[in-house]
T-cell receptor, first 114, second 116 residues
Framework: DGGITQSPKYLFRKEGQNVTLSCEQN?????MYWYRQDPGQGLRLIYY???????QKGDIAEGYSVSREKKESFPLTVTSAQKNPTAFYLC?????????????FGPGTRLTVL | GDSVTQMEGPVTLSEEAFLTINCTYT??????LFWYVQYPGEGLQLLLK?????DKGSNKGFEATYRKETTSFHLEKGSVQVSDSAVYFC???????????????FGQGTILTVHP
């Protein structure tokens, strides 16, 4: 079955540590996205990539980094510079990054800073 | 900038009641509009979408019509079930003169609880 996988489902981080969240898709989609969800709020865009080896900052990119070395993979690193990283992180992909394309979401990773 | 405003929640209904969740938007171009649903602890699933004015999206008994004149995309269902209990998000994707990249701008979400 085609879809998006994210791992791990739960992640705990100590202050000052960097952590990397995995996102893999087998939908053969060109565009991939990372969103952050906080309680009672909508999702906010962190980074997006429309093609391999290219990515752009979203609305809240500070304290995060990404890479896009393979079409199917778009890992997100939460660095120690991110002041309030505890949140639910969602990865998504779409066929071509057009405004009419549907974005398909993974199951999410819940990150907690201890 | 673009924005999406959803009706305040949470919404609590009895089974078989009529559902309306209001959504209005602000955009500079010609956005596509989406409704996503999120079940507890899960990612988002597309419920329906509309890509141009007067289009009606529908799925699983849910409907929404793209109203450009009122900048609205209200979600409706004639008879809700307990299994419809979830968080519903309205979102838009702007078509900014050919330079769009599919970014979704979300409303804050509306929690729906349906009781038997």
């Amino acid at each position: 079955d085609g879809g998006i996988t994210q791992s791990p489902k739960y992640l705990f981080r100590k202050e000052g540590q960097n952590v990397t969240l995995s996102c893999e898709q087998n939908l053969n989609h060109d565009a991939m996205y990372w969103y952050r969800q906080d309680p009672g709020q909508g999702l906010r865009l962190i980074y997006y990539s429309q093609i391999v080896n290219d990515f752009q900052k979203g609305d809240i990119a500070e304290g995060y980094s990404v890479s896009r070395e393979k079409k199917e993979s778009f890992p997100l690193t939460v660095t120690s510079a991110q002041k309030n990283p505890t949140a639910f992180y969602l990865c998504a992909s779409s066929a071509g990054g057009s405004s009419t394309d549907t974005q398909y979401f993974g199951p999410g990773t819940r990150l907690t800073v201890l | 900038g673009d924005s999406v405003t959803q009706m305040e929640g949470p919404v609590t209904l009895s089974e078989e009641a009529f559902l309306t969740i209001n959504c209005t938007y602000t955009a500079t171009g010609y956005p596509s509009l989406f409704w996503y649903v999120q079940y507890p602890g899960e990612g988002l699933q597309l419920l329906l979408k509309a890509t141009k004015a007067d289009d009606k999206g529908s799925n699983k008994g849910f409907e929404a019509t793209y109203r450009k004149e009122t900048t609205s995309f209200h979600l409706e269902k004639g008879s809700v079930q307990v299994s419809d209990s979830a968080v519903y998000f309205c979102a838009l994707s702007e078509n900014a003169g050919g330079t769009s990249y599919g970014k979704l701008t979300f409303g804050q979400g509306t929690i729906l609880t349906v009781h038997p």
